[in-house]
């Protein structure tokens, strides 16, 4: 069973640093993209960015392109997202998701997702 | 960016309707459209890909159709636990774009 575990919930002020993680298991990690999706509250789905960890390829959207690092740990089959400098505009509920075909980086979907993770920035 | 725009934003209807919901692309997408469903508090759940193709463990319910710029979901009959939100997705191209979301509610 393919499962993606994310990492608890964190309460963080402007200006500090954060990295939070995706565990996955079930399947080979290094044969499927995966990606990071933002939800502001209330808001809807936001595309960040995704990763290819067999050879750690990254595409950014070009609104997150600076913004945040995504990386990945083969031996740990982990995806992360990671912040320098948080702001207060960062606060939303994050969530990753595997890419349903191997290897293809257009053309797919993602068919599993982690339960996500809730930022919370405030001063 | 590849903009998706969904209709209606939101939607009430009643248990047994047959409900369509709409996205249209800014520019031909071939047939690289998603469609997940979320329920509040939920991460979405993959409905159908690649248009019209649907994902395994998906209720038979829901279909999907379109090409190029336009695209529907149809759920035949709606159930209780179909009132939720719905997204589509386009995959055609990076970056990769959600539509603003359909919120489906009871009527």
């Known amino acids: 069973e393919v499962q993606l575990v994310q990492s608890g919930a964190e309460v963080k002020k402007p200006g500090e640093s954060l990295k939070i993680s995706c565990k996955t298991s079930?399947?080979?990690?290094?044969?499927?993209?995966i990606g990071w999706v933002r939800q502001m509250p209330g808001k809807g789905l936001e595309w960040m960015g995704i990763i290819y960890p067999g050879d750690s390829d990254v595409r950014y959207s070009p609104s997150f392109r600076g913004q945040v690092t995504i990386s990945a740990d083969k031996s740990s089959a982990t995806a992360y997202l990671q912040w320098s400098r948080l702001k207060s505009s960062d606060t939303a509920v994050y969530y990753c998701?595997?890419?349903?075909?191997?290897?293809?980086?257009?053309?797919?979907?993602?068919?599993?997702w982690g339960q996500g993770t809730l930022v919370t920035v405030s001063s | 960016d590849i903009r998706l725009t969904q209709s209606p934003t939101s939607l009430s209807a009643s248990v047994g309707d047959r409900v369509t919901i709409t996205c249209r692309a800014s520019e031909s997408i071939l047939r690289y459209l998603n469609w997940y469903q979320q329920k509040p508090g939920k991460a979405p759940v993959l409905l159908i890909y690649s248009s019209s193709t649907s994902q395994s463990g998906a209720p038979s319910r829901f279909s999907g159709s379109g090409s190029g710029t336009d695209f529907t979901l149809t759920i035949s009959s709606l159930q209780p636990e179909d009132f939720a939100t719905y997204y589509c997705?386009?995959?055609?191209?990076?970056?990769?774009?959600f539509g603003q979301g359909t919120k489906l509610d009871i009527k």
């Open positions: 998701a595997r890419h349903g075909r191997m290897v293809a980086q257009e053309g797919n979907w993602f068919d599993s």
């Open positions: 997705q386009q995959s055609y191209i990076n970056p990769s774009t």
């Open positions: 079930g399947y080979s990690f290094t044969n499927h993209w």
